[in-house]
């Protein structure tokens, strides 16, 4: 497995002469022994890494650790989101011969827009869990440095007006580290694209928030009444994402700044089907859409042989055909009943039809 | 009724000075409510880390993210045990933020907690509606001077709550999540101490289970986390608000005094509804008494009930005042200046109050023993507090029917009166009765007046509530307007009542005492605003007035 991990990480550089941003390699990182988990060596071995990148990562390795967490399952969360189409959200695509991140297909502003939320989502909740003593209360805006201390009114500002905010701390850290290499090349159209993506994802988390509110007034009332934000389950917050890659928008690139051109579908305003409308990037209609450069690559490029394919064989082997299996499975079943983690049951057989592309 | 009260006595122009004077106190309680104070109280999400605990929380060792051995994943985790006492749940209060240490302060006045259960979907252990959860709750607290992990016990308990749980057909797969129903987990009614550490522990007695399904705990579902929301008053808030108490505290005072000296050096004994303004002012000055000062410096749990109990007595004497207030304008009625005639509807006012003040005393009473004690955990609990409040709202709606039915009726009277012309015989008659008329007028429309600002300042506050909820937090006009709420209708109440003390005191000019006839200054009369809408002709043949 590790050997694996290696080879891709090995292929990826071969690919890449450059040094892309390849940040996102952080993934692969191992964090699994202890040991390696809060040494600032983690950070020396990932390769793509800019020095202020390196830098952030020697000095707030407990940081770091939630980070990658964040960043894993937003990778993972992406495979299980796309294993029924074509791209299954794989990084390394040895039959294109390129990774699909240096391609800016729409399928790379998805990845760069799931990675910085899911690097957002992961630092949050571990602001709530108390487990990262830096994050901050959100109404400050962060120094050049999130360890460096604005700290010195936190305390008399928490008694004065509390201390609510566990978004905005990883929002800051993960803008700061994620977008650390396009921002310093942020006259790239590329770049641009990769800075409006990550922004759309930490945005779109933010505005999945939900609210609740407990009243607690005289007797219980709702004259007082306090409200906080819940954050979403990072698969719903997925969901929604997923949505915005279908309908994620080509721009093109004028004069370092990206516009898109807008041509409105038929069915929904036939008025406006006259005119075609130029749109800057980075304006109100667009800040909540994913956008991309280029046309994706041919995925049925890949070798898809054996890939499980459910029930949609017909655009995952892209008409290569397919087989189906039938096997006999054990399942649990008749469990007795514990809350969280135990679970007692029979093995029950099932027959299950499993279908793979040739 | 008395002879004259200081408002029939007051000329135009003194009225609009006192008037403008007092809009721009209000406007000046609003503002700072808006722009020196900070909401009146903010959160703080905790989502409690689960450990394991091999010991099973007999050693009585507290476990906090020191000594916590993580569990990253609920539902990878392999107990060793049946009963599954060795996971914990903890939270340490408050967060450390910036790299430094929060400290909960005595300005915060009560620190609650609600607990959030996340339960999700899952085949086998399904989850039934209205099952029981029963949790062991220890928490501890720390003072600032202790060394870093030495927690003292402040509260243990087995908390049982119901729990209340939906989820939409389509989650209805492994991964889809229920969406529950908040649990109320402790009210502290004064926050005395710097930290506070809960452990949380949920149990389960597999026997019990299969004995009977509908035990605790055996229903619940696949738990995959819980989380912790701390509530407390803003110390910003705390200051402002304590400061506009202190100050309006020796004002009213002041005019209560005044008032009462007034009163006192009448010829008569005072009415029932200069009596009714007195308390009124008297519950006033109760409920503006800032004793929550020595709650900074001294443990004081009980403050919570008591500033429940100073509001609930100060509605129930303006409710009552209201009530006698408009039958003390009944001009024709001769049951009046008389407590007992109002028996019947003052009984609404006192059933609900009663109602709610036996609700709260449960509620907060018990809650300063137990601080996790919910009046809604238990079925037989939540049945006496539905039970409270639906009486008391109730009574509240059949009162406002009975004030709406009394109030119509004194209008009704006054045109009757007014087309009747009756007291055009009778100057001294007709101005009295011009002068309860106007009495009555003022009064109404100073009460519509108010009532109407709060509903607007409470709709501004909805209002300023829902801004914080769009696309990104904007820090608009109206995002400070909860607290400029707050400050704004207390000094509202306190403007409301130190006016009626003011104007309805029974003036010195005229009528000293009921049964004086001739009045020395009549050309003031003339000029009075009561007297501007009648054909007043000067024809001030005084004659006898009628003894009502």
Same mark, same amino acid.
């Given at each position: 497995?590790?050997?694996?991990?290696?080879?891709?990480?090995?292929?990826?550089?071969?690919?890449? =002469? #450059?040094?892309?941003?390849?940040?996102?390699?952080?993934?692969?990182?191992?964090?699994?022994?202890?040991?390696?988990?809060?040494?600032?060596?983690?950070?020396?071995?990932?390769?793509?890494?800019?020095?202020?990148?390196?830098?952030?990562?020697?000095?707030?390795?407990?940081?770091?650790?939630?980070?990658?967490?964040?960043?894993?399952?937003?990778?993972?969360?992406?495979?299980?989101?796309?294993? +029924?189409?074509?791209?299954?959200?794989?990084?390394?695509?040895?039959?294109?011969?390129?990774?699909?991140?240096?391609?800016?297909?729409?399928?790379?502003?998805?990845?760069?827009?799931?990675?910085?939320?899911?690097?957002?989502?992961?630092?949050?909740?571990?602001?709530?869990?108390?487990?990262?003593?830096?994050?901050?209360?959100? %109404?400050?805006?962060? &120094?050049?440095? =999130?360890?460096?201390?604005?700290?010195?009114?936190?305390?008399?500002?928490?008694?004065?007006?509390?201390?609510?905010?566990?978004?905005?701390?990883?929002?800051?850290?993960?803008?700061?580290?994620?977008?650390?290499?396009?921002?310093?090349?942020?006259? %790239?159209?590329?770049?641009? *694209?990769?800075?409006?993506?990550?922004?759309?994802?930490?945005?779109?988390?933010?505005?999945? *928030?939900?609210?609740?509110?407990?009243?607690?007034?005289?007797?219980?009332?709702?004259?007082?009444?306090?409200?906080?934000?819940?954050? =979403?389950?990072?698969?719903?917050?997925?969901?929604?994402?997923?949505?915005?890659?279908?309908?994620?928008?080509?721009?093109?690139?004028?004069?370092?700044?990206?516009?898109?051109?807008?041509? =409105?579908?038929?069915?929904?305003? &036939?008025?406006? %089907?006259?005119?075609?409308? #130029?749109?800057?990037?980075?304006?109100?209609?667009?800040?909540? %859409?994913?956008?991309?450069?280029?046309?994706?690559?041919?995925?049925?490029?890949?070798?898809?042989?054996?890939?499980?394919?459910?029930?949609?064989?017909?655009?995952?082997?892209?008409?290569?055909?397919?087989?189906?299996? +039938?096997?006999?499975?054990?399942?649990?079943?008749?469990?007795?009943?514990?809350?969280?983690?135990?679970?007692?049951?029979?093995?029950?057989?099932?027959?299950?039809?499993?279908?793979?592309?040739? | 009724?008395?002879?004259?009260?200081?408002?029939?006595?007051?000329?135009?122009?003194?009225?609009?000075?006192?008037?403008?004077?007092?809009?721009?106190?209000q406007?000046?309680f609003f503002?700072v409510g808006?722009?020196?104070?900070?909401?009146?109280?903010?959160?703080?999400?905790?989502?409690?880390? @689960?450990?394991?605990?091999?010991?099973?929380?007999?050693?009585?060792?507290?476990?906090?993210?020191?000594?916590?051995?993580?569990?990253?994943?609920?539902?990878?985790?392999?107990?060793?045990?049946?009963?599954?006492?060795?996971?914990?749940?903890?939270?340490?209060?408050?967060?450390?933020?910036?790299?430094?240490?929060?400290?909960?302060?005595?300005?915060?006045?009560?620190?609650?907690?609600?607990?959030?259960?996340?339960?999700?979907?899952?085949?086998?252990?399904?989850?039934?509606?209205?099952?029981?959860?029963?949790?062991?709750?220890?928490?501890?607290?720390?003072?600032?001077?202790?060394?870093?992990?030495?927690?003292?016990?402040?509260?243990?308990?087995?908390?049982?709550?119901?729990?209340?749980?939906?989820?939409?057909?389509?989650?209805?797969?492994?991964?889809?999540?229920?969406?529950?129903?908040?649990?109320?987990?402790?009210?502290?009614?004064?926050?005395?101490?710097?930290?506070?550490?809960?452990?949380?522990?949920?149990?389960?007695?597999?026997?019990?289970?299969?004995?009977?399904?509908?035990?605790?705990?055996?229903?619940?579902?696949?738990?995959?986390?819980?989380?912790?929301?701390?509530?407390?008053?803003?110390?910003?808030?705390?200051?402002v608000w304590?400061?506009t108490k202190?100050?309006m505290?020796?004002?009213?005072?002041?005019?209560?005094?005044?008032?009462?000296?007034?009163?006192?050096?009448?010829?008569?004994?005072?009415?029932?509804?200069?009596?009714?303004?007195?308390?009124?002012?008297?519950?006033l000055?109760?409920l503006d008494?800032? !004793?929550?000062?020595?709650?900074?410096?001294?443990?004081?749990?009980?403050?919570?009930?008591?500033? /429940?109990?100073?509001q609930?007595?100060f509605?129930?004497?303006?409710?009552?005042?209201?009530?006698?207030?408009?039958?003390?304008?009944?001009?024709?009625?001769?049951?009046?200046?008389?407590?007992?005639?109002?028996?019947?509807?003052?009984?609404?006012?006192?059933?609900?109050?009663?109602?709610?003040?036996?609700? /709260?005393?449960?509620?907060?009473?018990?809650?300063?023993?137990?601080?996790?004690?919910?009046?809604?955990?238990?079925?037989?609990?939540?049945?006496?507090?539905?039970?409270?409040?639906? !009486? @008391?709202?109730?009574?509240?709606?059949?009162?406002?029917?009975?004030?709406?039915?009394?109030?119509?009726?004194?209008?009704?009277?006054?045109?009757?009166?007014?087309?009747?012309?009756?007291?055009?015989?009778?100057?001294?008659?007709?101005?009295?009765?011009?002068?309860? !008329?106007?009495?009555?007028?003022?009064?109404?429309?100073?009460?519509?007046?108010?009532?109407?600002?709060t509903?607007?300042a409470?709709?501004?506050?909805?209002?300023?509530?829902?801004?914080?909820?769009?696309?990104?937090?904007?820090?608009?006009?109206?995002?400070?307007?909860?607290s400029a709420f707050f400050t704004g209708t207390f000094g509202m109440c306190n403007i409301y009542?130190?006016?009626?003390?003011?104007?309805?005191?029974?003036?010195?000019?005229?009528?000293?005492?009921?049964?004086?006839?001739?009045?020395?200054?009549?050309?003031?009369?003339?000029? /009075?605003?009561?007297?501007?809408?009648?054909?007043?002709?000067?024809?001030?043949?005084?004659?006898?007035?009628?003894?009502?």
């Amino acid at each position: 497995m590790l050997i694996r991990s290696l080879l891709v990480l090995a292929c990826l550089l071969a690919c890449a =002469p #450059t040094t892309v941003n390849s940040w996102w390699l952080l993934s692969k990182a191992d964090t699994s022994s202890p040991t390696t988990a809060n040494s600032p060596i983690l950070c020396k071995n990932v390769p793509g890494l800019t020095p202020q990148q390196k830098r952030m990562c020697h000095e707030n390795p407990n940081i770091i650790k939630y980070l990658i967490s964040g960043l894993r399952s937003a990778l993972h969360t992406c495979e299980y989101t796309f294993q +029924r189409e074509a791209w299954n959200c794989t990084l390394t695509l040895p039959g294109v011969g390129t990774s699909p991140l240096q391609i800016a297909s729409r399928e790379s502003a998805y990845v760069y827009a799931i990675s910085a939320a899911g690097v957002s989502h992961s630092l949050a909740r571990a602001c709530s869990k108390g487990l990262i003593d830096d994050c901050g209360c959100g %109404e400050t805006p962060q &120094g050049t440095d =999130p360890t460096s201390s604005t700290a010195s009114r936190s305390p008399t500002d928490f008694v004065w007006a509390g201390c609510s905010d566990n978004v905005k701390f990883g929002n800051a850290f993960g803008r700061k580290f994620v977008d650390q290499y396009d921002r310093q090349h942020a006259t %790239e159209p590329r770049s641009q *694209m990769n800075l409006h993506n990550n922004r759309v994802g930490r945005r779109l988390l933010a505005n999945a *928030m939900n609210r609740e509110c407990k009243c607690h007034g005289v007797s219980g009332s709702c004259v007082t009444k306090t409200c906080w934000k819940v954050m =979403p389950k990072f698969d719903e917050f997925a969901a929604r994402l997923h949505e915005k890659y279908q309908l994620a928008k080509l721009v093109t690139n004028n004069d370092q700044k990206l516009f898109v051109r807008s041509t =409105p579908s038929a069915g929904l305003s &036939g008025r406006t %089907e006259r005119y075609v409308k #130029t749109l800057d990037a980075s304006s109100k209609q667009m800040r909540n %859409e994913l956008i991309y450069l280029d046309a994706s690559p041919n995925y049925c490029a890949i070798d898809v042989k054996d890939r499980e394919c459910g029930d949609k064989c017909s655009n995952i082997c892209c008409g290569r055909g397919w087989r189906t299996t +039938r096997e006999i499975v054990d399942e649990p079943c008749h469990c007795q009943f514990v809350w969280c983690c135990e679970v007692k049951c029979k093995t029950c057989k099932k027959l299950v039809e499993r279908n793979f592309c040739l | 009724m008395a002879g004259g009260a200081v408002i029939e006595n007051l000329s135009n122009r003194k009225l609009f000075v006192i008037f403008a004077g007092l809009l721009a106190v209000q406007i000046l309680f609003f503002l700072v409510g808006a722009w020196y104070a900070p909401s009146p109280s903010s959160y703080m999400e905790f989502e409690m880390i @689960s450990c394991r605990d091999e010991t099973k929380g007999l050693s009585g060792e507290w476990i906090h993210r020191d000594n916590c051995h993580q569990i990253e994943e609920l539902s990878e985790f392999t107990p060793s045990s049946f009963d599954l006492r060795e996971i914990v749940f903890i939270a340490k209060m408050p967060h450390a933020r910036d790299g430094i240490e929060l400290e909960y302060s005595p300005w915060f006045q009560f620190l609650l907690g609600v607990l959030q259960i996340e339960v999700e979907y899952s085949e086998h252990f399904k989850y039934v509606p209205h099952a029981q959860i029963e949790f062991e709750v220890r928490m501890g607290h720390r003072e600032h001077a202790s060394k870093k992990n030495d927690w003292k016990e402040l509260a243990t308990s087995n908390v049982t709550r119901i729990l209340e749980c939906t989820i939409a057909e389509e989650d209805k797969k492994d991964g889809g999540t229920y969406n529950c129903d908040m649990l109320d987990l402790f009210e502290l009614g004064s926050s005395s101490y710097p930290f506070y550490l809960v452990n949380i522990r949920i149990p389960i007695d597999q026997h019990a289970c299969q004995y009977n399904p509908k035990n605790p705990n055996c229903q619940i579902g696949k738990l995959s986390g819980l989380r912790l929301i701390e509530i407390h008053q803003n110390g910003g808030f705390t200051l402002v608000w304590l400061w506009t108490k202190t100050l309006m505290t020796p004002i009213v005072g002041a005019c209560l005094w005044w008032y009462y000296n007034r009163i006192n050096q009448l010829a008569r004994n005072p009415l029932l509804l200069e009596r009714a303004i007195l308390y009124l002012g008297l519950s006033l000055a109760i409920l503006d008494f800032p !004793i929550e000062w020595i709650s900074l410096t001294h443990r004081l749990p009980f403050l919570l009930l008591v500033s /429940d109990l100073r509001q609930g007595l100060f509605y129930t004497v303006l409710f009552s005042f209201w009530l006698i207030f408009a039958g003390e304008h009944l001009i024709d009625d001769t049951t009046r200046n008389n407590i007992k005639s109002y028996r019947f509807n003052l009984s609404f006012i006192i059933t609900a109050s009663g109602a709610l003040l036996i609700y /709260d005393l449960i509620e907060r009473g018990v809650q300063l023993y137990d601080p996790f004690y919910s009046v809604w955990s238990s079925p037989t609990g939540s049945q006496i507090a539905y039970v409270a409040i639906f !009486i @008391s709202a109730l009574c509240t709606v059949a009162y406002f029917g009975f004030l709406l039915f009394k109030i119509v009726r004194v209008w009704t009277t006054i045109k009757h009166k007014r087309s009747a012309q009756l007291y055009q015989t009778s100057e001294n008659r007709r101005l009295k009765v011009e002068g309860v !008329i106007y009495r009555f007028k003022f009064l109404m429309l100073f009460t519509v007046l108010c009532a109407g600002f709060t509903i607007l300042a409470y709709f501004m506050k909805q209002y300023g509530e829902a801004q914080l909820h769009g696309d990104e937090a904007r820090s608009g006009f109206l995002t400070g307007s909860t607290s400029a709420f707050f400050t704004g209708t207390f000094g509202m109440c306190n403007i409301y009542v130190l006016l009626l003390l003011a104007m309805y005191a029974p003036s010195h000019k005229h009528y000293r005492g009921a049964t004086q006839l001739i009045d020395e200054n009549d050309d003031e009369i003339i000029d /009075d605003p009561s007297n501007q809408h009648t054909e007043s002709n000067a024809m001030t043949t005084f004659l006898k007035p009628s003894t009502d």
